[in-house]
Nanobody, 119 residues
Framework: QVQLVESGGGLVQAGGSLRLSCAASGSSFSINTMGWYRQAPGKQRELVARITFGGNTNYADSVKGRFTISRDNAKNTVYLQMNSLKPEDTAVYYC?????????????WGKGTLVIVSS
């Protein structure tokens, strides 16, 4: 089992910045791809960004140029730096970690951290 704990959410004004962190813990695990997803009220959960063990990244079109995902493999932690925040970024942000063998077969989710961007 793997536990994911997100932190860094909060209330921020439009144009501001936040950095989200997700720390993974457990026993006998090795994380492949890690990612951030978000879900706004009345909306389905969507991919925000993801990063492979080797550092390859993908971003949703809506956040390209504003968000940056990174990871520290030694700390089993993934980060999401969010700049130039917009009200439409308001959502619960969830951390995801793929620990499957083969990759993609087993995924864990954090409980989420709330980000509210005021106009």
């Amino acid at each position: 089992q793997v536990q994911l704990v997100e932190s860094g959410g909060g209330l921020v004004q439009a144009g501001g910045s936040l950095r989200l962190s997700c720390a993974a813990s457990g026993s006998s695990f090795s994380i492949n791809t890690m990612g951030w997803y978000r879900q706004a009220p009345g909306k389905q959960r969507e991919l925000v960004a993801r990063i492979t063990f080797g550092g390859n990244t993908n971003y949703a079109d809506s956040v390209k140029g504003r968000f940056t995902i990174s990871r520290d493999n030694a700390k089993n932690t993934v980060y999401l730096q969010m700049n130039s925040l917009k009200p439409e970024d308001t959502a619960v942000y969830y951390c995801n970690a793929d620990v499957g063998r083969p990759p993609g077969s087993v995924n864990y989710w954090g409980k989420g951290t709330l980000v509210i961007v005021s106009s």
